[in-house]
């Protein structure tokens, strides 16, 4: 037995270090199957004090750490690579009373999101940010990837909910900063430098949060349209018109096909279209005519349903919630995560497969993802051995169109071979030099976000 597991086992207890490969298994891969390592052993603190005893301990024995939230993550990010202490914070579960008076909540790490949203809603509020992988995503991983999903377009990402955390640096000490002042114009913005650093900086251990309005009113309609133009047009009638607009999701008709026959789902139209848009608003009062009115006067519309009651639109939601389940049911793809200017989206969409056949004959593409951000998931099967030329040339693509390789997702390991595409050498280099302010000897989740110096 090696002394740093010893030293953990003081901090968090025995039961919590998990060395059996059996126990650690579950850690060392990640959801999508594609991303494996291995950790040198698995240490589940219960609060922050343990998790700066741990980070002190493992700084003075020069163990590098991987931080792990819910291991949702696509990228690879919160799966070890060689060796390294994995730093699991679903014990961090502590959930404070909501602050109605602030309208803001304060979280450990480990928290899910799904109880999250269960109790901002028992307070009569809700959580801006909302996404298919809910009941595991903790939301210490989702600010420290700046988590995106389908509630973008109205309440903006992880970081734009975010009022304060509390962290521990790579050498133990304790960052805390919970006031969740509405302005605080104090000097450098730690907070929002952490959020999306994917652990590289420091390990989140506490979150505070605003809340939003619970609306309790939905109408969702699916539309179906000739293709990438016809989604574009009907996002930008939806946009003009609708004020309580609170989702819109692409997909397109080989996706269905998929999510159908894995989920045994009806056809939603009587014919088959090219694509089809998910549209969602929220309100106080039911936003149903609100929606009907502008798909009786869009011309894009080919088809439509429209949902007002909860299981009518869980039904509807399913069409596009349950590609990443039907996608990983068929194999295990090449997940890219891209957004172009909404100019350049049909465009790019038309020349994937193209690009993805001419890299690796045979794979096939699904393409669905969120539409009002230019944000695609282009999902790639069947790449075999050619899933880095397919990353290579659909992130170049998306590069000439003036993209980002990265839209919501993050960089993880996947990634970090392509950020040049996204960043300039300037911007690579301040990186560069964030990183090494922060974590000098490199022991926070090495080789994600930047290449290991
Ligand atoms: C979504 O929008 C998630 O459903 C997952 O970001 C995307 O599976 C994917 O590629
Ligand atoms: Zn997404």
Known sequence: MSDIEEVLRGIVGPGHVLVDPDLRAA????????FTGTARCVVRPRDTAEVAAVVRACAAAGVPITVQGGNTGLVGGGVPDRGEVLLSLTRLSDLEPVDELESQVTAGAGVTLEKLQAHARAA????????????????????????????????????????????????????????????????????????????????????????????????????????????????AAARSRLATLSAAELCYADGIDLVRAHGRLSAPFAEDYPAYVLLECAAHSDPTDEILELLADCDAVQDATVAGDQVGRARLWAYRETHTEA???????????????????????????????????????????????????????????HAEEVTDAVL?????????????????????????????????AALRRIKTAFDPDGILNPGVLLPVR
């Open 396 to 428: 170049r693509l998306v590069a000439q169109r003036h993209g980002s390789i990265s839209s919501e997702h993050g960089v993880g390991r996947a990634k970090v071979p392509w950020l040049e595409l996204s960043r300039s050498e300037a911007e690579l």
């Open 327 to 385: 996608i990983s049911a068929a194999g295990v793809p090449v997940k890219l995560d891209v957004c172009v200017p909404l100019r350049e989206l049909a465009g790019l969409v038309a020349e994937l497969p193209g690009a993805v056949a001419a890299v690796a004959p045979g794979a096939r593409g699904i393409v669905f993802g969120h539409v009002n951000e230019g944000n695609l998931h282009v999902n790639v099967l069947g790449a075999g051995e």
């Open 27 to 34: 850690y060392e891969t990640d959801w999508t199957r594609r």
């Open 124 to 235: 009569g509020l809700d959580v801006g940010v909302d996404l298919a992988a809910r009941s595991a995503a903790t939301v210490g991983g989702m600010v420290a990837t700046n988590a995106g999903g389908i509630r973008v377009l109205r309440y903006g990402s992880m970081r734009d909910q975010l009022t304060g955390l509390e962290a521990v640096l790579a050498d133990g000490t304790v960052l805390t900063r919970l006031a969740g002042l509405a302005k605080d114009n104090t000097g450098y913005d730690l907070t929002q430098l952490l959020a999306g650093s994917e652990g590289t900086l420091a390990v989140i251990t506490r979150v505070r949060l605003r809340l939003v309005p619970l609306l309790p009113a939905r109408a969702v309609a699916l539309v179906a349209v000739d293709g990438t133009e016809g989604a574009l047009a009907l996002l």
